[in-house]
Each structure stands twice: as C-alpha cells, then as structure tokens.
C-alpha cells in the first residue's frame, strides 16, 4: 500500500505529498434520497453512480508542495485529459495512500456495467472475446496461446504514473501460474506506447521508467480456454499487490473547493482542498 498522497495532472506531473494530511475524508457519494409519506412508510431513490469525495487540509505544509496545489487548483497545471496539447482544464489523478488495489471496484471484483463503453478490459492481441458469466459477473474466452487481456482504465489511456513510484500486477488467482505472464506498458503523455516489462508468473512489480505517464496493466494467459476469471486482479503502487484486493479504483477527479492560509512562519502554508470524481475535464 502507497504510504504517502500522488497527486496532479498527469500530463504536468504527479508530486508526492509526503506530510500527513491534518483531516482527510474519502467518503463515496451515494446520492441516496428519502421520502417519507405521511403513513411512515419509506421510499428511496438513489443515482446508478456513487461518485467518490475527498476532503484534505494540511497544517504548516511546505512551501513546494502548497504551490503545486495551489496550481492545480486554480487550474494553471490542470491541462487536457492526457493530450500534451489540450490546453483546457482537465481532471487531476489523486493516488489514495489508503488504496490497496488501483483497480476500479466492478472492474476487480469481474463485473461491468451494461454499456459497451463501460468494459473494463479488453483484447490487447488477439481474439479474446468477454462474455456475461453468472449474473452481472465477466469471463474471458481465448482462442490463441499469445492472445493478451488488457485492463481499461475509464478516463485516461492507463492509470497516471511518475517516476519514484514502483508498480505492482498481480494477475486472478484462476490464471495458471506455470503459462501466463504478466505484463505493464508503460505511456508517454499522450498515451503513445514506450515500453514494456514482464514476468513470468502471475506478479510482476517494477519502477516507473523516465517518461512515463501511464501505466497499463496487462496478461498474457498461455492457455487456450473458454472459461478464463478475469475477476480477482490488483495493481497496487510502493506496496504488494495482493490477488482478490477489493477495487478502490483511481478516478478522475476536479477541485470543487481550496482554501490557502499563510502559517504563522512564513514561507509554510496551511491548506484544504476538495475533490470529486468527474467523467470528464471541465470547462
């Protein structure tokens, strides 16, 4: 598990927070509404999506870091969704120190929305096929021995990276550790391809390479098989990634509130900023 805060625009930079924040609120939304009648009965509605908030204030952070957020926040450094040449706001990548597992929640857990924008994962090489699988729950079917399951991120062309970290990939439990290998692509800024690594095995952990924006998780299964879990996967940064970790996911999120207090000793600074997940960049 990260011990310490990402956060920024991934085109501009992720910078490592290292002093704890004062308070600290991840709280989801649920977008839960109840009416209640005269006769006492409840009715509740609720929105499909339960967007996720985060609260942060620090007291006397430094210098450096209060400017950074500051910029984000007043969208100096907040550039495009990934392209190094969309100058409109974008959203920020915040990589949550309490996020065991980067992957979304459905998407780690096997399951999807019923939209076909919403899969999460897709076929990287090869004609692997996803199909319904028990419920709502997913399965890969694969026709090759080299065909290679990737995971999708919902905003960005990968999940947002930055040298220092270091990546680990664990692969579903249901993969044949003696014939799959697991792989991560490593991205430019605006998602153009730059290299790769892979391991033999289900696990596979390395250091973000100079340049790298984006991470994007891959496995090769080396087996034909027409009943492949895709459910159980975890990708996980400066920590182990532990195979079945629930999904925390790593959304695209916008600054909806920010305070900033000079410190009674100057140059350190007091600061609060609020965050919600968002689709896209706003205007």
């Known amino acids: 598990m990260s011990s310490n805060l990402w956060i920024g625009s991934p085109v501009s930079g992720l910078r490592e927070i290292t002093q704890a924040a004062r308070s600290w609120d991840r709280s989801a939304d649920l977008g839960v509404t109840e009416f209640r009648a005269l006769d006492g009965t409840v009715t509740l509605s609720r929105t499909r999506f339960t967007p996720r908030r985060t609260k942060l204030s620090w007291d006397w952070l430094l210098p450096e870091d209060a400017r ?3 910029q984000l926040a007043r969208r100096v450094t907040s550039f495009g969704s990934w392209s190094s040449g969309n100058v409109e706001p974008g959203p920020v990548a915040l990589i949550d120190p309490a996020a065991a597992n980067l992957l979304g929640a459905l998407q780690a857990a096997g399951r999807s929305g019923p939209a076909a924008s919403e899969m999460p994962w897709y076929a990287a090489k090869g004609g692997v096929a996803f199909t319904p699988f028990m419920g709502n729950g997913w399965i890969a079917v694969t026709k090759a021995v080299d065909d290679t399951v990737g995971w999708r991120h919902g905003t960005w062309p990968g999940w947002p990276v930055a040298a220092g970290m270091r990546i680990s990939w664990q692969l579903p439990a249901w993969w044949n550790e003696a014939k ?17 690594t892979k391991a033999a095995g289900r696990s596979l952990s390395a250091d973000v390479p100079a340049g790298a924006c984006f991470v994007t998780p891959l496995g090769v299964p ?14 996980a940064v400066d920590g182990p990634a532990v195979a079945g970790a629930p999904g925390d996911g790593c959304p695209a999120m916008c600054v909806t509130a920010y305070s900033d207090t000079p410190a009674p000793r100057l140059p350190h600074r007091n600061i609060s900023i609020d965050l919600v997940e968002v689709n896209s960049a706003i205007r």
């Open 68 to 70: 950074h957020l500051d």
């Open 180 to 196: 799959c290998t697991a792989q991560l692509d490593w991205k430019g800024p605006s998602g153009d391809y730059l290299s790769s």
């Open 222 to 235: 080396g087996e034909v098989s027409n009943l492949l879990g895709i459910d159980g996967a975890c990708l």
